[in-house]
């Protein structure tokens, strides 16, 4: 549920402030589906570097009474997470293509040192 109605009802304020807010979050949100649409294609990887971060959100949920980690550590952590997916994917999709340049006929082969 969107905190949209829990503004209206418990502000005093001009409605100005609270149109914008949302406007400008409604207008964010569809940027960044653009955004991710256009590239989930690209990144074969990506659905796993999510399910490590829900997986370190939900530890970090269960475990918050024994072990505190800094907020700064909670973004190194999501920012590696979704570096690491984003980089495999790419990886992967440079071997397929040298992969499928060499199944070609008549290509060069590529030989390691």
């Given at each position: ?11 005093r304020w ?32 990506l659905h ?66």
């Open positions: 549920m969107s905190s949209g109605p829990w503004c209206w009802c418990c502000s001009t409605p100005c402030p609270l149109y914008n807010s949302n406007a400008f979050a409604i207008l964010g949100l569809r940027a960044l589906y653009l955004v991710l649409a256009g590239t989930v294609g690209t990144l074969r990887y796993y570097g999510l399910a490590g971060v829900l997986a370190f959100a939900g530890l970090k949920m269960v475990l918050e009474p024994w072990l505190h980690v800094l907020p700064m550590t909670s973004v190194l952590i999501i920012v590696t997470l979704i570096t690491g997916a984003a980089w495999a994917s790419q990886r992967a999709r440079r071997w397929e293509a040298r992969a499928a340049a060499a199944s070609r006929p008549g290509a060069p082969v590529e030989r390691e040192a």
